[in-house]
């Protein structure tokens, strides 16, 4: 997964097909416990792109976009907002997977 270096980068990144935003933090032990089953996310879905956001380093784009609880994923298509799983709460490899298949085409 890339990080996200600029704010810029992250308006670019909205316009593409099928983008996901997933807003952590180093200090987030629920964000270290998804961390290892990433890779696996990504390749179920090889037709997204996967971008971290490091909320302590974009504090004013999770404002901009309402994410005041990490792990949290925000999905992107074509300039769009697509879909959200904002929340604080820890997130199973099943619920993201049933939040980005949900996802509209």
């Given amino acids: 997964m890339r990080n996200l270096q600029s704010t810029e980068e992250f308006h670019e990144l909205t316009k593409e097909s099928a983008v996901i935003f997933m807003f952590t933090a180093?200090?987030?032990p629920d964000?270290?416990?998804?961390?290892p089953i990433m890779p696996d996310i990504e390749k179920s879905f090889p037709d997204h792109k996967f971008v971290s956001v490091n909320r302590d380093?974009?504090?004013?784009?999770?404002?901009?976009?309402?994410?005041?609880g990490i792990p949290s994923f925000l999905a992107y298509g074509?300039?769009?907002?697509?879909?959200?799983f904002v929340s604080k709460d820890r997130k199973t490899q099943a619920e993201i997977e049933g939040f980005i298949s949900n996802l509209p085409k």
């Fill in 26 to 28: 180093g200090w987030c």
């Fill in 57 to 68: 380093e974009f504090i004013d784009l999770c404002i901009d976009q309402d994410i005041y």
């Fill in 78 to 84: 074509n300039g769009q907002e697509t879909g959200r």
């Fill in 31 to 35: 964000c270290r416990v998804i961390d």
